[in-house]
């Protein structure tokens, strides 16, 4: 069987500031990616995460997690894309998937919930 590969991608959750997602703590951000990574398996996806720092070494994790073999598809996560600190981090991950994983779609969940959907969307 041909699992297709999907790499998430998203801030750590030991880093978010909680202020811009008052529904959210650590816990619950952290319990709810893990539950996301375990229905893409139950699908039939291999799934893999790369979560980052805000900047200091995204970068380089995001660059060592596409080395090696292709993703089918990389989603990033509403926490880089829709805060406004992030905006150059955004713009820097985008740049390294356009670079290193060009035959890859990108999507994106508008929240921990709902990654599923954002894969299934476009693989």
Not at 2 to 18: I, Q, S
Not at 61 to 77: K, W
Not at 97 to 102: D, M, N, S
Request: proline share 6%.
């Amino acid at each position: 069987m041909n699992r297709k590969r999907v790499l998430l991608v998203g801030l750590d959750p030991a880093v978010v500031d909680f202020t811009h997602f008052p529904h959210l703590n650590q816990e619950k951000l952290t319990a709810a990616l893990a539950a996301e990574v375990a229905r893409l398996i139950a699908e039939g996806y291999d799934a893999h995460t790369c979560w980052t720092d805000t900047g200091a070494t995204a970068e380089a994790m995001l660059t060592a997690s596409l080395s090696g073999q292709p993703f089918d598809c990389v989603l990033i996560g509403a926490g880089v894309r829709t805060g406004p600190p992030h905006f150059l981090l955004f713009e820097k991950l985008i740049n390294i998937i356009h670079r290193l994983a060009p035959a890859a779609t990108i999507c994106f969940n508008t929240g921990p919930s709902d990654s599923v959907a954002a894969v299934q969307r476009w693989v």
